[in-house]
């Protein structure tokens, strides 16, 4: 097929699916996979090196996320002003800076420039993920917005693996763990020893760079379509809505406020238990290291992976909003195993967890960003969406502080049942939406 045959609609989505650029697109995901699984390898790393408690140590996440939070509406404005192409170039850009403040970051080592490095990495992976997701949701037909999505974010896991092999292998070293090898050491000895390790953080991020340079290079030369909704003049001014406008709109809006909390506490809890696995496994079985302990990340990706087909195979079948239900309660179950069976087992349950998170974030993204009649507020929507990743810098940190008030790094994970508690009775929410709701193109589609 030629590029004639490639139509935009007045809402913005395609007539067909361009397939080379939804790869290319799709090729993002696994990119800020990588930053955020290696932040569970730091986590690991920097709990030993600079003496952190686990709610310090956490503070890895809120940087990162942090940096999400903050730069999500100036990149959706981005993006109304300019197109999505720009916004993934200048994300691409911050994340390779980013990824270049690790040299004197690794050489300076304190703990404050480490999380400088990766807030600024943040800031790239922010205007990566407002543009990228919205934009991987809009490049094609609608009615197939979700399973785009879907499919994208199943390259994640990839990414994610990739990163914990890198921390695995480059990071983290041979022998005992860092705690057991540093109790044994003078004071001077454990400094010098700790910057020794701290100089091994670089090289992942090394390697990021040239890869990050190269698909770079390719969106700079591939042509996109802007897949942006035609603006209907409802004012003298034809002008578009302003922020204030487009926040007081989205703020009224019921289900897309729940869908935004669900959001929160979704990646607040999936950021969670992977930053504390590598954690949870040491602190049950101290005979083993960190590159030992850093396997069960493998696992658990995989699983995530897995999880992913799985779901879009159910959603083939079912509704989305009754497999997210059922989903929820089983990682309940699970998480509640976690904190309550004090053995290697618990890992293992934290490991089959990762299973059930993998349609979560596409899907909740997705049907929330539906909801939104009017898309002249589709690009601050998606914003918002992914504004609420900031659950991913605060959830981490609360269950740090629970395992430090508590004593307990198992029970602790409680917290993280709270929030998967929540996000299954938002899914029982919309299926009893999509129960009592009847479209009325759908109705009449039935009807012929």
Known sequence: MNKQNLIQLSDGYLNRTPIFQFILLSLLFPLWAVAASLN??????????FELTDF????????????????AIPASMVIK???????????LLFYIIGCSLFY???????????????????????????????YSSMIG?????????????????????????????????????????????????AQAFGLKMLENTLEPYRYMIFVLIGILILFILTKFPSCKPEMKINNASGKSPSIMKTLKYLGGHKRFRKGVAAQFL?????????????????????DINERTASTFMVYSFSAFFAGKFIANFLMTRFSPAKVLVSYSIIGSVLLAYVAF?????????????????????????????????????????????????????????????????????????????????????YFFGEMKTEKVTIDPAEKSASSL
């Open 40 to 49: 569970d390898i730091l986590i690991a790393q920097f709990k030993h090196v």
């Open 56 to 71: 310090a140590s956490a503070l890895v996440q809120s940087a990162f996320y942090g940096g999400y939070f903050l730069i």
């Open 81 to 91: 002003k300019t197109n999505y192409k720009f916004a993934i170039i200048t994300g």
């Open 104 to 134: 004197p970051a690794s050489h300076m080592a304190t703990y404050t420039m480490f999380l400088f490095a990766i807030f600024s990495i943040a800031i790239g992976l922010g205007f990566l993920e407002t543009a990228a997701n919205t």
């Open 141 to 189: 037909p609608r009615k197939y917005a979700i399973l785009r999505l879907n499919i994208s974010q199943t390259f994640y896991p990839i990414g994610a693996i990739s990163g914990i092999l890198l921390g695995k292998y480059l990071v983290f070293q041979e022998g005992a763990s860092l705690e057991a090898r540093m109790a044994t050491m003078s004071p001077a000895e």
């Open 266 to 286: 979704y990646v607040g809890m999936q950021v969670t238990v992977w930053s504390f696995t590598i954690r949870l496994a040491l602190d049950l079985n101290p």
């Open 341 to 425: 069976v004090p053995n290697m087992s618990a890992v293992y349950a934290a490991v089959a967890v990762s299973m059930l998170f993998g349609p979560c974030w596409a899907t909740i993204y997705a049907e929330t960003l539906d909801v939104i009649q009017d898309k002249k507020y589709t690009e601050t929507a998606g914003a918002i969406l992914v504004m609420a990743i900031v659950g991913g810098a605060f959830i981490p940190a609360l269950q740090g502080f629970a395992s430090d008030y508590l004593g307990s790094m198992q029970l602790a994970f409680l917290v993280s049942m709270a929030c998967f508690i929540y996000v299954g009775l």
